[in-house]
């Protein structure tokens, strides 16, 4: 019997008092070890939908249930979902500018029980299984665009997330360091059996997927 870990049941997502319908009443359910891939037209609401599956915003209506329960609107719960089950890997990779290579893979264990080495062996090993050991101490203003995002996916995986939720995670690289990304992606999913859901544009990263849903106005097309 297929593992649903993850579903949306009638989701929806006003802004502007209503004014403004991102999504419509969107089903999906999302099992175990998926690679999805969420594809449609800018303003779709396809990122609206992986914000609102990730606990980092809430719906106008509808429900988000992990593992069958309601995420619901309590910020304790928001935070904890966020912090032990999902990582996020953003275009803008979204990396603290002041802080080294180590020290941003290590923000996402401060609200984890790990002391300071503890954080530092485990961020050092995940820079490591990324190519990355060499950058430790250098700054993300020091780095290439498809170094900062590898950074931005060894920072996800800090608290060894169930769940990746990549939003255009290819949208600002070129061609080979898309293609570089996309490889890590997937292969991390198979060796860490994770499951992975990415928004994106690029029809080579959609293809890769297993499993395809188009946004059309707020809607599964």
């Known amino acids: 019997m297929t593992d649903v870990i993850l579903q949306a049941r009638g989701l929806r997502k006003s802004y502007d008092n209503g004014r403004m319908q991102a999504l419509r009443g ?25 914000h ?30 966020r912090a032990r089950h999902v990582g996020f890997v953003f275009q803008a990779f979204h990396l603290l500018p002041t802080l080294t ?25 995940l820079l490591a299984e990324l190519g990355l050991d060499g950058c430790v101490r250098q700054f993300p203003n020091e780095l290439s665009g498809g170094q900062r995002q590898r950074v931005a996916i060894a920072r996800a995986l800090a608290n060894d997330p169930e769940l990746l939720l990549a939003d255009e995670p290819t949208g600002n690289l070129d061609s080979e360091n898309s293609e570089r990304t996309l490889d890590v992606l997937t292969e991390l999913r198979k060796r860490r059996g994770m499951t992975l ?25």
């Open 52 to 81: 609102l599956l990730g606990g980092l915003d809430t719906p106008s209506g509808g429900d988000v249930l992990w593992r069958g329960v309601t995420l619901g609107s309590r910020q304790d719960h928001l935070d904890f979902y």
């Open 101 to 125: 290579v180590l020290e941003n893979v290590q923000v996402p264990m401060m609200s984890a029980p790990r002391n300071g080495a503890s954080r530092s062996g485990r961020a050092r090993a």
């Open 197 to 221: 859901v990415i928004v994106t544009h690029e029809h080579g990263i959609a293809e890769a997927a297993e499993r395809h849903i188009r946004i059309q106005d707020g809607r599964i097309a």
């Open 26 to 50: 969107v089903d999906l359910d999302i099992s175990a070890g998926d690679f999805l891939a969420i594809v449609g037209p800018s303003g779709s609401g396809k990122s609206t939908l992986l």
